[in-house]
């Protein structure tokens, strides 16, 4: 890696930042968080944050310090961040997802996208917020008291009623 602008490799990262966000793409690539099949949404839900949550906590970590520099050089704002880091890379939740729609448990067109990213959204603030492991009883309760509640508000009502 080049350890000033124009030396090293001739310019494959034309800046600091630009570096930041290819080792924070390498980081995530090289680390996949694994989605196990529990043959449940709450099931694979639960196993994908956990996963999440252990497998991600060094990583929040170094994302919250590099975080502070990527704004102070560059005046990047936070959703800016999200969008290069985040929503440019297949995350554990379209697996579940997926799988929850094949066995039919789900209807992902009935189901707002917000809903839909409210778990890990919360995952990640958590972790943003402590820096730490979140621990067995939040994971569940952001799955079976908020997530899967909201959840059946949209499920298919039967044929006498309208749908949403």
Do not use: C
């Not at 994908?48 to 906590?57: E, I, P, Q, T, V």
């Not at 990213?117 to 309760?141: C, G, Q, V």
Request: aromatic content about 6%; overall charge negative.
């Amino acid at each position: 890696m080049r350890s000033r602008e124009g030396e090293g490799d001739g310019g494959r990262w034309p800046n600091k930042d630009e570096l930041t966000f290819a080792a924070i793409r390498h980081f995530r690539e090289t680390n996949p968080v694994e989605v196990p099949d529990t043959g449940s949404l709450r099931g694979d839900l639960l196993a994908a944050l956990h996963g999440f949550s252990d497998g991600r906590n060094a990583f929040t970590v170094v994302m919250a310090a590099t975080f502070a520099g990527l704004q102070s050089s560059s005046g990047i704002t936070p959703a800016e961040v999200r969008a290069r880091v985040i929503d440019s890379h297949p995350i554990a939740s379209h697996e579940v997802y997926r799988r929850a729609r094949e066995r039919g448990e789900l209807d992902l067109d009935a189901v707002p996208a917000a809903v839909l990213a409210l778990p890990f959204d919360l995952m990640r603030h958590d972790l943003l917020m402590t820096l730490k492991p979140i621990p067995a009883e939040r994971i569940t309760s952001i799955v079976d008291e908020l997530f899967l509640p909201l959840l059946a508000a949209y499920r298919r009502q039967d044929a006498s009623q309208p749908e949403r």
